[in-house]
C-alpha cells in the first residue's frame, strides 16, 4: 500500500440479489401465481415507458410516484399484451414472500462491521416497501448507514446517489468498496471513484471482496 493511502475503510452493500436470494427467483414466483412471465412484464414496462417518458419503475424508486400508481401504469398497459386486466396489486406480498436473506453474505458484512470496517448499504428500493425488507435482516445491526432511493429521489447508476452516500458515510470515495449484483451500478461505483465487486455468486463475491479488502 502506497504511503497515504488509507486502503478501504467502508463497504457498500446492495440489498436486493446480493444480501438477499436472486431476484429472478421472485418474479418466477410472481409467474407461477399470476400466469404473468417476466417477459411479459418487461414488455409492459417498456410501453409504459414509451407512454410515460420515463420508466415508471425509476419513479417508483426515486419516490416520484407511488407503488399504487405505478401499479395501475402497468396494469393498464399489460393489459392489451394479455388480453384481460392482469391481477397486479399483490405483487409486493408475492415478491416478498419468495425473497429469502442470503446468509454467508449476511455473515460476512457482520464480520466486516466487527472487524472495523463502517458498513453501509446503498439500495434501489421503494418507500412503501421499507417495512418489509428492513425485517429481512439486521440492518440496524450491521449498517450504520442506509441510502434508500425512494426517500432521497434518486437511484443508482445515478452519480447523486453515489455522492449522497459518500457524504453521509464521510470516507473518500476511494476508501469505499461497493458490492452490487447489477453490472452498470458497479460502474457508476467505480465512476464515482469507489472499488467496485460484481456480485455473482457467494463464492466469487466473497473471495474478490476478501481480496479488494487485503490489498
Request: overall charge negative.
Amino acid at each position: 500500500m502506497a504511503e497515504g493511502d488509507r486502503g478501504i475503510e467502508a463497504v457498500v452493500s446492495d440489498f436486493g440479489g446480493v444480501l438477499t436470494t436472486p431476484l429472478v427467483q421472485s418474479f418466477m414466483a410472481f409467474q407461477d401465481r399470476t400466469g404473468i412471465t417476466p417477459e411479459a412484464l418487461g414488455k409492459g414496462m417498456q410501453a409504459a415507458t414509451e407512454a410515460n417518458g420515463d420508466n415508471p419503475l425509476f419513479e417508483m424508486e426515486r419516490g416520484e410516484i407511488t407503488e399504487v400508481a405505478f401499479l395501475d401504469l402497468l396494469t393498464e398497459h399489460l393489459q392489451p399484451l394479455l388480453g384481460h386486466p392482469p391481477e397486479m396489486h399483490s405483487f409486493k406480498e408475492i415478491y416478498f414472500e419468495a425473497l429469502e436473506p442470503n446468509p454467508p453474505m449476511i455473515e460476512l458484512m457482520r464480520e466486516l462491521k466487527h472487524a472495523g470496517h463502517r458498513m453501509a448499504m446503498l439500495t434501489n428500493n421503494v418507500q412503501e416497501w421499507e417495512p418489509l425488507w428492513r425485517s429481512m435482516l439486521p440492518v440496524d445491526e450491521i449498517f450504520e448507514t442506509v441510502v434508500d432511493s425512494g426517500f432521497v429521489g434518486c437511484r443508482k447508476p445515478e452519480s447523486k446517489i453515489y455522492k449522497i452516500t459518500l457524504d453521509r458515510i464521510g470516507l473518500p470515495a476511494e476508501s469505499c468498496l461497493f458490492v452490487d449484483d447489477v453490472q452498470v451500478n458497479c460502474e457508476g461505483a467505480e465512476k464515482a471513484g469507489m472499488t467496485a465487486v460484481h456480485f455473482q455468486d457467494n463464492e466469487q463475491a466473497i473471495a474478490e471482496i476478501r481480496k479488494a479488502l487485503d490489498s
